[in-house]
């Protein structure tokens, strides 16, 4: 049974450009939810997708986007890139008759 | 608003000594608070999921409880591959977003 994948694991950008994350949620799941975390933090919520839409949005810019697909993939677009945007972006998945979220490996995001 | 707050934020014990990881949490009505493994470099691992103050459950060397403020991880007789940083996160009967705390840096030395 494969779990929640994510593209690309590693990732360096340069400040102003823009950033596309992937992830492939855990089979059986059709809610996806991104998370940010910094380096020695926990992970804070970004939003949540369910059936293609923006169900939740933390306390995150604008320049913070996403999308949900038919087959529940979801990306996670940031423009503007600024050198705090370092961070591991992590991917979680959830069904909607179970409260556990499971978590990807992560993209490690470098904004030079 | 919401708040979780893990103590110690490291610990270090020997291969064999137990001990309790505290999450302290404040949130307008639980709908689930959850305790999570994460390795270096690598997304968080679940292991397990409370709602009501009272419930255990365990796993191996791990033992969670909770409490109406708090949450406990116990570690019975650890051991080095136990090395790990543990988050704990609060879900809310109002929304969907996990709140996690920094989480608790825990070294096992052989």
């Known amino acids: 049974d494969a779990g929640v994948t994510q593209s690309p694991t590693h990732l360096i950008k340069t400040r102003g450009q823009q950033v596309t994350l992937r992830c492939s949620p855990k089979?059986?799941?059709?809610?996806v939810s991104w998370y940010q975390q910094a380096l020695g933090q926990g992970p804070q919520f970004i939003f949540q997708?369910?059936?293609?839409?923006?169900?939740q949005r933390g306390n995150f810019p604008d320049r913070f986007s996403g999308h949900q697909f038919p087959n529940y993939s979801s990306e996670l677009n940031v423009n503007a890139l600024l050198l705090g945007d370092s961070a591991l972006y992590l991917c979680?998945?959830?069904?909607?008759?179970?409260?556990?979220?499971?978590f990807g490996p992560g993209t490690r995001l470098l904004v030079l | 608003e919401d708040q979780v707050t893990q103590s110690p934020e490291a610990l270090r014990l020997q291969e064999g000594e137990s001990s309790s990881l505290n999450c302290s949490y404040t949130?307008?009505?639980?709908?689930?608070l959850f305790w999570y493994r994460q390795d270096p470099g690598k997304g968080p691992e679940f292991l397990f999921t409370?709602?009501?103050a009272g419930e255990e459950k365990e796993k191996e060397r791990l033992k969670a409880t909770l409490t109406k403020k708090e949450s406990f991880l116990h570690i019975t007789a650890p051991k080095p591959e136990d090395s790990a940083t543990y988050l704990c996160?609060?879900?809310?009967?109002?929304?969907?977003?996990?709140?996690f705390g920094k989480g608790t840096s825990l070294l096992v030395t052989p």
């Open positions: 997708y369910y059936e293609e839409e923006e169900r």
């Open positions: 409370l709602y009501s």
């Open positions: 949130v307008s009505g639980l709908r689930g």
């Open positions: 089979s059986g799941h059709d809610t």
């Open positions: 979680a998945s959830s069904s909607t008759n179970q409260e556990t979220q499971y």
């Open positions: 996160a609060v879900r809310a009967n109002s929304g969907y977003a996990l709140n």
